[in-house]
T-cell receptor, first 116, second 111 residues
Framework: EAGVTQFPSHSVIEKGQTVTLRCDPISGHDNLYWYRRVMGKEIKFLLHFVKESKQDESGMPNNRFLAERTGGTYSTLKVQPAELEDSGVYFC??????????????FGPGTRLTVT | KQEVTQIPAALSVPEGENLVLNCSFTDSAIYNLQWFRQDPGKGLTSLLLIQSSQREQTSGRLNASLDKSSGRSTLYIAASQPGDSATYLCAVTNRDDKIIFGKGTRLHILP
């Protein structure tokens, strides 16, 4: 079974540009989470989808960040316009959820975003 | 290749007891180690971050230690409460900036 995948693995963009990160969860996982670690600091929660609905977006830093999960499958995280402080590693994780009662999160390899 | 192991996978203790959760890693060349709490159906909550140059960090009833040379970290929870019941994960950041998560310890505090 394929794990959580993220694309791209690394993105380098200039300040002011737009970047879209993609996460493909494990098939059948209702829960999808985004996290990020900026500038070597701690990993922090961004938001949580249950299927296509945003369950908790309390960790989203500002309105330059937009996450979507159309159809409840893959998710995208768009940063527009990107700022220098957005550089870091963006993680995605998925878990099965209520249907099975299993909430173990499986993590993707992350996307390293560098804003210059 | 870095591997992160958390033992035990599950733990039940009576309320009020002090307890220790363990996290071990195979490559001591780490940048930092972070402990998280995971509640069912919720995102991870960061508890403590220990930089490679530090030996411990404290926050309230939680104390995390780091022994890089032996590849171990412990999370000490004092005077446990039912609300502490959750899964606790550790994650290490390697020198190559890769982050590896453990599988977690499911903690159940018995009232």
């Amino acid at each position: 079974e394929a794990g959580v995948t993220q694309f791209p693995s690394h993105s380098v963009i200039e300040k002011g540009q737009t970047v879209t990160l993609r996460c493909d969860p494990i098939s059948g996982h209702d829960n999808l989470y985004w996290y990020r670690r900026v500038m070597g600091k701690e990993i922090k929660f961004l938001l949580h989808f249950v299927k296509e609905s945003k369950q908790d977006e309390s960790g989203m830093p500002n309105n330059r960040f937009l996450a979507e999960r159309t159809g409840g499958t893959y998710s995208t995280l768009k940063v527009q316009p990107a700022e220098l402080e957005d550089s870091g590693v963006y993680f995605c994780a998925s878990s099965q959820g209520e249907r099975t009662g299993s909430y173990e999160q499986y993590f993707g390899p992350g996307t390293r975003l560098t804003v210059t | 290749k870095q591997e992160v192991t958390q033992i035990p996978a599950a733990l039940s203790v009576p309320e009020g007891e002090n307890l220790v959760l363990n996290c071990s890693f195979t490559d001591s060349a780490i940048y930092n180690l972070q402990w998280f709490r995971q509640d069912p159906g919720k995102g991870l909550t960061s508890l403590l971050l220990i930089q490679s140059s530090q030996r411990e960090q404290t926050s309230g009833r939680l104390n995390a230690s780091l022994d890089k040379s032996s590849g171990r970290s412990t999370l000490y929870i004092a005077a446990s409460q039912p609300g502490d019941s959750a899964t606790y994960l550790c994650a290490v950041t390697n020198r190559d900036d890769k982050i590896i998560f453990g599988k977690g310890t499911r903690l159940h505090i018995l009232p």
